[in-house]
């Protein structure tokens, strides 16, 4: 096994620029007479492809005949270390560690719009600053993106004005544009026809250009196969393969390596791992007895090898399929089934651009069937290929461009398919950057200040709908709002107040079942009573008292007060009255409207089910009861026991307003009514069970106890 030995990552080289005192703000005026033609490449160390793309356009702008001086920056690290940490090296760990979670990620903001425009105005707000100031700096007359996260932020700057130079970006992917089309983008490159309508719905119609691929023009130089293997080494003889993993080697590269060494026909297995080292040192610990398997790391030299190939064996897709394509080598897609990888090695694949192995039994028949018969000899018309369904021209073999039919491609075990057919050459990247149109327009400043407007008025409402629609601080709110929740009442009598919670439909029979028991309690129903219920509540000697009805709605507290207000005259109460709150409590909106209308929620000492098992702690005197109750025979048993067990404890249940309006009671302000506080009780221990005390009378509140007979105010 031969090893070359991998080259730590490759900055950038800066191009020569210079500049013009005269110019002022971001971007500047055309070149000037004689001038050179001033061009900013904003690229990333986010796989390979992305930087690659960036050479070959600077590559072609220097090839033109107009004076051009060409910058490539790192986009990211312009943007910020922040940003460019959790960009890179989240991907990096993601596709290390949990390939799932990009996947995910991916989907969500493929799929889920909020998601994608929150990550947009994030991207924003953490980078265009920085991102401006460096396009400021480098006075550039077009600027060029080449990853997406860098278009995202350079088409809001160029909508916004800040940008005042054309915007390009490069687009090397097929599907999945979501964030490498922009509408602040003057002109978009994409490589492949079919890419051209997602742009254009994106980013407006005319924002898309088809441009021959953005490749270095060392991948179009014809090459000899035989003399591109002796120049590195292999066997003349025989099949080769290369297995890559992209500059960043990730994948199932060791997996593809294992499953072709037990293929006889294939002589040497170059496996490329990019600038993993870690990939490098296990790939060549792995193979290390195996001859025909030779490691790369990161290398310069991917014309030869693709020139003295076979079959690719790629894991991403990208520009490393275009460089394949145009030395008209056979690509197999296998290994890295996440993310953009997936969808765009498989929207390449439907249009017969490569073939895609799902699993690694197919790795093996995909390749064999994607040996040629021969290689196209060099400087023969198939050993330049263009662009796009171009760039598929054949598997193998040399088709007819322009002839209007779908070369076959004839594989070694001499079956055929039919691929696409190869439109003509798409224009020059350069000659578009060069002269870019004028697209964009700008966002007038008054819609950009109205919009900021709006969009904190809406987080404002949206945020305290949501804080008055909560729960989570009521003890805070009470506290500073002065709320005393009414839980009992000092009283030198042995009662206790009872309110029975029910449904308006449950009411009148739960009150007719309990009036024939002999008790008599308060009940709350939440909905504004008839005169009809009034009356018949009236005449078996119960009360009712004002509710807020049991709601999940997220604006329930609108209109809280008058629906309150609206019981209480059907009652015929005062202007302050006590009332229950919702079993969950009151949210925040609820306690501002009846505080501010001066009513007084029951909280209650004591909260208990009819049906539940009776408390074990003890009770007063004064003390308060909330229980809730169907509206049935159980539901009335339930409420029965509950007053037999008081009753078990020397203590009556009455109505809340009996028990407040005790002749030697005097109001106070905290909710209570004030007097001599009475002497706490025991309560007797409570029966397996449940069921009434045996031997003990249940003890009934007298129907004349001077209260009144529908409510009671503060």
Same mark, same amino acid.
């Given at each position: ?22 110019? +002022? ?64 090296? /989240? ?15 991916? @989907?969500?903001?493929?799929?889920? @719009?909020?998601?994608? @425009? ?21 006075? $550039? ?113 060791? /997996? ?28 060549? =610990?792995?193979? *290390? ?12 030299? %991917? ?74 000899? $060099? /400087? ?73 407007? %709006? ?23 009470? %506290? ?81 007060? +008058? ?10 109460? /005062? ?64 409420? *029965? ?47 397996? =069970? ?8 249940? =003890?009934?509140?007298? +129907? ?11």
């Amino acid at each position: 096994m031969s090893v070359t030995v991998p080259r730590r990552p490759v900055h950038l080289r800066l191009g020569s620029r210079r500049r013009d005192d005269s110019s +002022s703000g971001t971007g500047v005026a055309a070149p000037r007479n004689g001038g050179a033609h001033r061009v900013l490449i904003l690229s990333a160390d986010v796989g390979e492809g992305h930087a690659a793309a960036a050479r070959a356009l600077s590559e072609q702008l220097a090839a033109s005949p107009q004076p051009t001086e060409v910058t490539i920056i790192d986009g990211l690290a312009a943007m910020g270390r922040p940003l460019q940490m959790v960009v890179e090296d /989240g991907y990096r760990v993601q596709l290390k560690v949990a390939p799932w979670t990009y996947s995910f990620v991916y @989907w969500t903001l493929d799929h889920v @719009w909020p998601v994608r @425009w929150v990550s947009r105005r994030l991207l924003y707000l953490v980078g265009s600053r920085r991102l401006a100031r460096c396009v400021r700096e480098h006075r $550039p007359d077009v600027v060029v993106s080449t990853y997406p996260v860098i278009t995202v932020v350079l088409g809001r700057l160029r909508r916004m004005g800040v940008v005042t130079c054309p915007t390009v970006a490069t687009i090397t992917d097929l599907t999945g544009l979501f964030f490498w089309a922009q509408p602040g983008i003057d002109t978009h490159l994409v490589c492949y026809d079919e890419s051209v309508s997602a742009v254009e719905r994106i980013a407006g119609r005319g924002s898309a250009q088809v441009v021959a691929p953005l490749i270095s023009a060392e991948f179009l130089e014809p090459r000899c196969p035989a003399e591109s293997r002796r120049a590195l080494g292999l066997p003349e003889e025989g099949r080769m393969v290369v297995v890559s993993g992209g500059g960043w080697g990730v994948g199932d590269i060791e /997996g593809a390596v294992r499953e072709l060494c037990g293929v006889p026909e294939i002589s040497s297995i170059v496996c490329l791992a990019g600038r993993n080292e870690e990939l490098y040192e296990d790939l060549g =610990n792995s193979f *290390a007895h195996e001859d025909r398997v030779h490691v790369y790391g990161f290398t310069r030299r %991917m014309p030869e090898l693709l020139a003295a190939a076979d079959v690719l064996v790629h894991s991403t897709g990208g520009v490393t399929c275009l460089e394949a394509k145009a030395t008209r080598v056979p690509v197999v897609s296998y290994g890295l089934p996440v993310g953009h990888a997936s969808l765009n090695t498989r929207a390449m694949a439907d249009l017969r651009l490569l073939r895609l192995a799902n699993d690694i039994d197919e790795l093996r028949e995909l390749v064999k069937a994607s040996f040629p018969l021969e290689r196209p000899e $060099p /400087g023969s018309s198939g050993a330049l290929v263009t662009h796009t369904t171009a760039t598929a021209e054949a598997v193998a073999g040399n088709g007819d461009r322009g002839s209007g039919t779908r070369p076959q491609a004839t594989s070694a075990d001499g079956d055929s398919a039919t691929v696409a057919h190869a439109p003509e050459v798409g224009e020059s990247a350069a000659s578009v950057v060069l002269d870019p149109p004028r697209r964009v327009q700008v966002i007038p400043a008054w819609r950009v200040r109205t919009a900021a407007i %709006m969009t904190q008025c809406v987080l404002l409402l949206v945020g305290a709908t949501a804080l008055m629609s909560t729960d989570d601080i009521n003890a805070l709110a009470s %506290m500073l709002l002065r709320v005393h929740p009414l839980t009992r009442v000092q009283t030198d009598r042995p009662d206790v107040g009872l309110v029975v919670r029910t449904s308006p439909e449950t009411l009148l029979p739960l009150a007719g079942a309990l009036a024939a028991r002999g008790v008599r309690v308060s009940f709350a129903d939440g909905v504004t009573p008839s005169p009809d219920v009034v009356g018949r509540l009236r005449a078996l000697g119960d009360q009712l008292v004002p509710g807020v009805p049991e709601s999940g709605a997220l604006l329930r507290w609108v209109g809280t007060d +008058s629906a309150l207000e609206a019981q209480a005259r059907a009652l015929g109460l /005062g202007s302050h009255f006590y009332f229950l709150p919702p079993a969950r409590g009151l949210v925040l909106g609820q306690i501002f409207e009846t505080r501010t209308a001066g009513d007084t929620p029951i909280a209650g000492a004591l909260r208990l089910r009819a049906s539940g098992p009776l408390p074990q702690r003890g009770v007063r005197a004064g003390d308060v009861f909330v229980v809730s109750a169907p509206g049935s025979a159980a539901g009335a048993a339930g409420v *029965a026991r509950i007053v037999s067990w008081l009753g078990s404890a020397g203590l009556s249940a009455e109505p809340l307003a009996a028990l407040v309006s005790s002749r030697s009671i005097s109001a106070s302000n905290s909710g209570e009514r004030a007097s001599v506080a009475a002497a706490a009780t025991s309560t007797a221990s409570e029966t397996a =069970n449940g069921n009434p005390f045996a031997g003990v009378d249940v =003890n009934f509140s007298p +129907s004349s106890t001077g209260a009144s007979a529908t409510g009671m105010t503060v």
